[in-house]
């Protein structure tokens, strides 16, 4: 049953960016959404930050890293971390002189950075926490456990138990050959995809797929070579291409992330004073629609909800990071 829905799921997903290819570059005009942008009154700093925006525990709540609640908070670096309830609009501090860096989806172990020194609580699905008696054996930035680092090839981790990709050898530059699958105990797979674009890897829990190269090579040309699609991939190595949306290239020379809504395919572009069309764009029913960014504001380390709907992510105008930048949020499965 669950394949057969994520099957049907990545249909409508080909359907809909086949038929914006379509309908939307014969048109470079896009329409300004109607979703409603909630201020979170949180903070969060791009320059000392812990360099992750948080963690969704369920499809209302999130865990989010966010200033401390005092007036030299950024010029001291003083975190926190809280849980934020899309419902009520309220959070709760969760730890107070902390920062949030990753967490383990099997065992809910998170790691967490207090004062400069690392800590392991065991933080479920609730928000309650426990203290941990032994630090666990796994990579600290990754929170799992992985084969050991190969010096001599690029290596792009997956989720604990599902192996890694093997994008080709270490400084060379871009792989043009094929990257590889390995998985434990089990044979590897060679993929129909260049070792060269697959990049960041997102997984999409309710498709059970792996996007890979979610950010680094959408821009004007596909890095090194290859065809402009994105790819889904599931845990056994099997691919399914989704056309890239080339009128986003053509609209805004490049964009620099990409992911999967409920409804559609979210695009954020680059950041930088220069950018003619900032902020972020939703791909749905043939239509270009900018969800964020009228105003000159750039969209930053964005999170989506578990079911798809809703957006979590620092917003800001200032691109030298000298201030803070504000934590938002977008529900794409409600119009106003």
């Given at each position: ?37 909630v201020d979170t009154g949180l903070e969060q700093t791009i320059v000392y930050g812990p ?175 290859g065809k402009p699609v994105f790819n889904l991939m599931t845990s056994d190595g099997e ?32 950041m930088g004073p220069n950018i003619k069309n900032p902020g972020m764009f939703f791909l ?53």
């Amino acid at each position: 049953m669950v394949k057969i829905i994520c099957t049907f799921l990545i249909q409508l997903l080909i359907v809909g960016l086949a038929t914006c290819g379509i309908v939307c570059q014969a048109n470079d005009e896009f329409e300004e959404g109607k979703y409603e942008v909630v201020d979170t009154g949180l903070e969060q700093t791009i320059v000392y930050g812990p360099g992750v925006l948080g963690e969704w525990l369920d499809d209302r709540r999130i865990l989010l890293n966010a200033l401390q609640d005092s007036p030299n908070a950024q010029e001291m670096r003083l975190d926190r971390v809280v849980i934020f309830d899309t419902t009520s609009q309220k959070y709760s501090v969760l730890l107070p002189s902390s920062s949030f860096i990753c967490r383990n989806p099997n065992s809910k172990i998170a790691r967490i950075v207090t004062n400069g020194i690392d800590n392991f609580i065991k933080l479920d699905d609730d928000g309650k926490f426990s203290a941990v008696a032994e630090a666990p054996r796994w990579d600290k930035f990754l929170c799992s456990a992985h084969e050991p680092l190969k010096p001599d090839r690029l290596q792009a981790f997956l989720r604990e138990g599902d192996g890694y990709i093997d994008r080709g050898k270490a400084g060379g530059g871009y792989s043009r050959d094929n990257a590889t699958l390995y998985r434990p105990n089990r044979p590897p797979v060679e993929l129909p995809v260049i070792g060269g674009n697959v990049g960041s890897i997102v997984y999409i829990s309710r498709l059970k797929r792996y996007l890979l190269g979610s950010t680094d090579y959408l821009s004007g040309d596909v890095l090194p070579a290859g065809k402009p699609v994105f790819n889904l991939m599931t845990s056994d190595g099997e691919i399914t291409e989704i056309p890239q949306p080339a009128q986003f290239v053509k609209m805004f020379g490049g964009f620099a992330g990409v992911q999967f809504m409920r409804d559609g395919m979210l695009v954020f572009g680059h950041m930088g004073p220069n950018i003619k069309n900032p902020g972020m764009f939703f791909l749905k029913e043939g239509k270009v629609i900018r969800i964020f960014g009228a105003d000159k504001q750039f969209a930053s380390r964005v999170l989506s909800s578990p079911d798809g709907c809703t957006l979590a992510f620092l917003s800001f105008k200032d691109t030298n990071f000298t201030t803070s930048k504000k934590i938002k949020l977008i529900n794409l499965c409600k119009e106003k």
